[in-house]
């Protein structure tokens, strides 16, 4: 009984020698097999397959949080009590993992097209697992401390819906090659058909998705409302130390309309700048009072609180990496910051006639101002002689009495309620983060007159949606960044979008059914080879060009029609198969 063996290869193939080498370390040129990839192996394709997906939607992820790297840090210092940039090392992995699966990605795919077996190397596989494993835990560990960041996915997809749809039907139409190649070459019909039905689903489904895509930012342009006023959160605290007069006195300089921040009581009733709970971030604490680091803000008189430096922290702890960006002379006024009062913040304000929202903190019951905190509030208000219509009011506790105290500040909330709500109480505005409110529910504030301010938007392409949306106002910790955006990056009125739709997905279509037959035709024209005719006609002395020829026709051409091995048929004919040779007679 003769025993069937496929023809080996011996040229020299480099290209095909490093693919297969750099993915299952197969080096050698008889490693090289034409042979079907087994189960084990597809498992690992799929596991593969699935890790990159699912490390592209968490690098996407990422990418678009980096409106929100100061609260995610912030997040992490509550936690742990040391100021770092945890988003550095979580971005340096997942910029190198998914690099790493999408070179294995691209190897995985060459091996398809050469019609080789997918064999990754057991090096590469651990890598695979450390990937997803990695990617599960920091998935998991986002949904528990910052859960509400999941929202950006959504959000960013108004803004890039309809350019990935263009990307990725740019990719999957490239990968018509492929399956065009797999389907002419097989012999499975079976394996064809499923083949086949994969791919025109996944097609079909890009060509209809963009019936689900939907952006503010596809409107009439002629629609589109004034530019939305910036709001300086905290002042402007990429540029300065936050709740600092410089803070404030910088984001006047970007041309904001007004100022956001935190305000708590001093022990002895005087409201000041505070966003934490301690003094330990913001200020030298540690170093004045020792031993006070982990008190209450609140716990402090005002006195006490006037020997603190608040600007220090900025120039060491460079929490926006913007300090190289600044002169010695704004280093010198950043480091000689103290904490500022709400009255000072007021007088800045009404001086040069510009708003201001802040969060009202009571203290604690022990607090000797426990009672008094809204009067003292009040005082200091009145104290700083700014127009009260430049004031918004934002604590629910005691408004009817704030009402018959100070009848012209403006009543603001930072609970989301419905408009008919709000009315009813006489509230005006609306301070919500950029999550919590739609396009649609923007519109219905809109419409019932309630002014809707969103926080904390830094980036462009954020302030576009929310522009397109019809937002009054963003509060920004970067209104030097949104100062230069003077119109949303992109806007298209319907009619050009569905243009764009459609004649992306015929062009599309014309390239995959012309990919499909040129590839058919190319796959015929191969097989139209006799293996038994190549091989007699080896007998006679050829070129050493012609018979690599030959030899690599034999590939895809399998000896399966009664011819023995490749070696003992060139014996038989009188020719040596190493040294192309014809034998002596």
């Given at each position: ?9 011996y040229e020299?193939?480099l ?17 090289r ?5 087994t189960?084990?192996?597809?498992l690992?394709?799929?596991?593969l ?35 770092s ?10 910029a ?5 699966l ?37 998935v ?13 996915v959504?959000?960013?997809?108004q803004?890039t ?16 090659w492929?399956v065009?190649?797999q ?10 058909v499923?083949v ?6 996944t ?9 689900y895509?939907?952006?503010?930012c ?17 002042g ?6 936050e ?15 007004g100022?956001?921040t935190d ?11 505070m966003h ?8 030298d604490?540690g170093?004045?009072f020792?031993?006070?680091q ?5 716990s ?9 430096n ?19 002379h ?5 480091a ?5 009062s ?8 009404s001086?040069?006639n ?38 918004m009011?934002?604590?629910d506790?005691?408004r ?25 109480d ?10 919590q ?9 809109s ?14 392409w ?6 397109c ?20 990056i ?11 739709w ?6 599309s ?51 399966r ?14 020719y040596d ?9």
């Open positions: 009984m003769v025993k069937h063996q496929p023809l080996q290869v020299r193939q290209c095909l020698s490093c693919i297969t080498g750099i993915y299952g370390c197969r080096w050698k040129r008889y490693q097999s034409h042979d079907d990839t189960k084990w192996e597809l690992w394709s799929f596991i397959l699935f890790t990159f997906c699912l490390l592209l939607v968490w690098f996407y992820f990422w990418w678009e949080a980096h409106n929100d790297y100061n609260e995610f840090n912030w997040l992490l210092y509550n936690r742990s009590g040391e100021w940039d945890g988003t550095v090392p979580i971005l340096a992995t997942t190198a993992g998914f690099t790493y999408s070179f294995l990605m691209v190897l995985a795919l060459c091996h398809i097209a050469l019609g080789q077996q997918l064999n990754l190397h057991w090096l590469h596989k651990i890598g695979v697992t450390a990937a997803l494993l990695t990617t599960i835990v920091g998991i560990s986002v949904n528990q401390t910052w859960a509400q960041e999941w929202d950006i959504h959000i960013s997809l803004a819906g309809p350019f990935l749809h263009i990307g990725a039907l740019a990719a999957v139409t490239a990968l018509s492929i065009a190649g389907v002419a070459r097989t012999e499975k019909t079976k394996f064809q499923v086949m039905m994969l791919y025109i689903c097609l079909l489904g890009l060509y209809v998705v963009p019936i895509i939907t952006s503010p596809i409107m009439d342009p002629t629609a589109l409302k004034p530019r939305p006023d910036v709001i300086g959160h905290h402007a605290p990429m540029l300065a130390p709740n600092t007069l410089w803070s404030f006195q910088r984001a006047l300089q970007m041309n904001v309309t100022f956001e305000v708590a009581v001093s022990l002895d009733g005087v409201p000041f700048l934490d709970h301690t003094l330990r971030r913001t200020t604490i170093k004045v020792p031993g006070r982990l008190d209450k803000a609140s402090f008189n005002w006195t006490d609180l006037q020997q603190l608040a600007g220090q922290w900025f120039l060491k702890n460079d929490p926006f990496w913007t300090v190289h960006t600044l002169s010695p704004e280093k010198h006024l950043i000689n910051q103290s904490v500022c709400l009255e000072q913040l007021l007088k800045l304000a001086y040069h510009s708003t201001v929202v802040f969060r009202l903190s009571r203290p604690p019951p022990e607090h000797p101002r426990y009672h008094s905190w809204i009067n003292d509030t009040l005082q200091a208000v009145q104290q700083s002689g700014i127009p009260q219509s430049l004031v009011w934002t604590p506790e005691h009817a009495q704030v009402r018959q105290q100070a009848p012209g500040l403006i009543q603001a909330s930072l609970e989301k309620q419905s408009p008919q709500t709000l009315q009813q006489g509230i005006r505005r609306l301070l919500l983060r950029y999550n409110a739609n396009a649609r529910e923007v519109r219905e504030y419409e019932n007159e309630i002014r809707l301010t969103l926080y904390t938007v830094n980036e462009p954020l302030y576009s949606v929310l522009w949306s019809g937002v009054s106002s963003v509060s920004s910790e970067a209104p030097h960044i949104l100062k230069k955006v003077p119109y949303p992109w806007l298209m009125s319907p009619d050009e979008y569905c243009l764009m459609v004649s992306a997905d015929l062009i279509f014309a390239v995959v059914i012309g990919i499909f037959i040129f590839q058919r035709y190319r796959m015929s024209g191969m097989r139209s080879y006799n293996p038994e005719q190549i091989m007699l006609s080896a007998a006679v002395r050829r070129s050493s060009r012609d018979l690599n020829v030959m030899k690599e026709k034999l590939i895809f051409s399998e000896v029609n009664g011819v023995g091995s490749a070696e003992e048929f060139y014996v038989d004919n009188g198969y190493y040294t192309n040779q014809a034998i002596s007679q």
